[in-house]
């Protein structure tokens, strides 16, 4: 077992696993392997390695909008089970809405705006736009209402927090496992990259920790193929590539490109000639690791992601301490490791359905 999934095991041991559904119990997610960044909101700040724990409980039944993206796929799914149990286990109120895809930037305002015209006291928004949002971030701040930046990345520093990871990071994780296979020298590679959809603040940093992280090495990538993450825009994609690029031998990008891969490449005899590499994790990947189809993926724990923002709007409500740039630790999981990592702790539950509501 490396020594993340102990540091996991070792935060989980005082309760039980979240895979049953319902309110959790305080002990069950924290202390929490996690990274703080600062100065806060620096694109260059420095990370210092911290153990995240959240408030016992609110002061009284704040009430706070989640602003989604989407909820096509189960990456945005695990964040919503993160939020959900959170906002119970806090005793707050939590009204979910989502936009619908990622060219819905006006939709998303306007939800978000209706939130707060129906008396949100803090909002928490996964960002369709890293730039688009900003004039509704400061004129929120002008209310004097907390915004949490989650998962995706908002430029606005009049932000109050951020529960997210570095999508850099997570780009030159995966890019750093092919080029540890493929170093310089050894017989070139073409990568089919596919980073998910163009603008999207979370894209363009994984792309840039992707590239930077295969330079000089002998992975070859084509040119980028940028979309929507639903799974028949990425399915789409990916028989593009195959068809222009026929001795592909990598196929690395979103999870949502893996998990439409496998099918794909299963149908045409690929399985054992086209690699899959994710750059983030979800339950289809977990379980494309685990039966050997995907070869890695870096897990952001995106369950623990909600569960901060959440803690992070209660807190700046209360005026208590607040940790206002943090994420959980990233790390890689493959074939080799993926029995010792307790799943519950990077994963929603396989029998949660979207919550839209905590009362």
Not at 64 to 87: N, Q, R, T
Not at 322 to 341: E, M, T, W
């Amino acid at each position: 077992m490396n020594a993340f999934a102990r540091a996991l095991v070792a935060a989980t041991v005082l309760g039980s696993s979240i895979a049953a559904a319902g309110p959790a119990s305080a002990a069950e997610w924290f202390p929490y392997p996690a990274v703080e960044v600062t100065p806060a909101f620096s694109a260059d700040g420095k990370p210092k390695d911290i153990s995240y724990s959240p408030l016992p409980k609110a002061a009284k039944k704040w009430d706070i909008c989640v602003s989604f993206p989407h909820m096509k796929d189960a990456y945005w799914l695990g964040v919503d089970y993160g939020v959900v149990e959170e906002a119970r286990r806090l005793g707050v109120k939590v009204t979910v809405v989502e936009a619908g895809g990622y060219t819905e930037l006006n939709k998303q305002i306007s939800q978000i705006e209706d939130c707060v015209a129906r008396g949100a006291n803090a909002v928490v928004i996964g960002a369709i736009s890293f730039d688009g949002l900003n004039n509704l971030v400061a004129e929120l701040a002008k209310k004097n209402i907390p915004v949490i930046d989650v998962i995706n990345g908002i430029s606005s520093p009049a932000l109050t927090a951020k529960s997210l990871v570095s999508f850099h990071t997570m780009g030159a994780e995966a890019g750093r496992y092919l080029a540890a296979k493929h170093p310089a020298g050894s017989p070139p590679v073409k990568v089919g990259w596919f980073p998910g959809p163009a603008g999207a603040g979370w894209v363009e940093a994984a792309n840039k920790g992707f590239m930077e992280a295969v330079a000089g090495s002998a992975v070859q990538v084509l040119e980028p193929r940028y979309g929507d993450t639903g799974k028949e825009a990425q399915l789409r994609l990916v028989e593009d590539a195959l068809q222009a690029t026929p001795d592909i031998k990598y196929i690395a990008g979103t999870a949502v490109t893996a998990e439409a891969a496998q099918g794909l490449l299963r149908e045409r005899g690929l399985t054992d000639k086209v690699g899959l590499i994710a750059f983030y994790m979800t339950p289809g990947v977990y379980q494309g690791i685990k039966r050997g189809f995907i070869q890695a993926a870096p897990a952001d724990s995106m369950v623990i992601q909600g569960r901060i923002a959440i803690d992070q709007a209660v807190r700046a409500l209360e005026k208590t301490d607040l940790v206002r740039h943090v994420g959980p630790k990233i790390f890689v999981v493959d074939k080799a490791n993926v029995g010792s990592v307790p799943r519950d702790t990077i994963l929603p539950p396989d029998n949660f359905s979207p919550v839209f509501s905590v009362k």
